[in-house]
């Protein structure tokens, strides 16, 4: 999916643990009138992944927290995207159960999903993978 119309996009673990880390997916960051949006629970999941991404790529944990803390996202509590539970979890059923919250947040908003993970794939708001949306931003 490409669109030069994409205003928001509801972003996965990955690429915002990419974006952490300083690879690709952090340049969608320089575009700043895209709104990117994440759950609790995927902020969650990025924390827990921090320290391995740190030995991976041999950068500080405090470096990587202060990256995420300093990213331009809007965080969204389960009660703003509960409505979109239920389809969410019929979408995703031989899918990632922890994809659920992130599914649901798309559905509620009715914005794609970025992600560079298969379990979205012909998701019925549309996704991104990091290359695509850099090619659709122009960055």
């Known amino acids: ?28 960051f320089e575009k700043t009138e895209l709104v990117v949006v994440t759950t609790e629970a995927n902020l969650d999941e990025i924390r827990e992944y921090i320290p ?13 927290l202060n990256t995420l803390a300093i990213l331009p996202i809007v965080v969204c509590a389960e009660h703003q995207y509960a409505a979109g539970l239920p389809r969410a979890r019929q979408l995703l059923a031989d899918r990632d159960p922890d994809d659920v919250a992130l599914a649901a947040l798309a559905l509620t ?11 979205f794939t012909g998701f ?16």
């Open 124 to 139: 019925p708001t549309g996704v991104y993978t990091t290359a695509q949306l850099l090619k659709s931003l122009g960055v």
């Open 1 to 28: 999916m490409t669109s030069t119309s994409t205003r928001s996009v509801a972003a996965d673990s990955n690429v915002l643990l990419s974006a952490v880390a300083g690879r690709a997916a952090q340049r969608v």
């Open 109 to 119: 908003r009715q914005i794609p999903v970025w992600t560079n993970d298969r379990d």
């Open 52 to 64: 391995l991404f740190a030995r991976r790529y041999t950068l500080p944990e405090d470096l990587l």
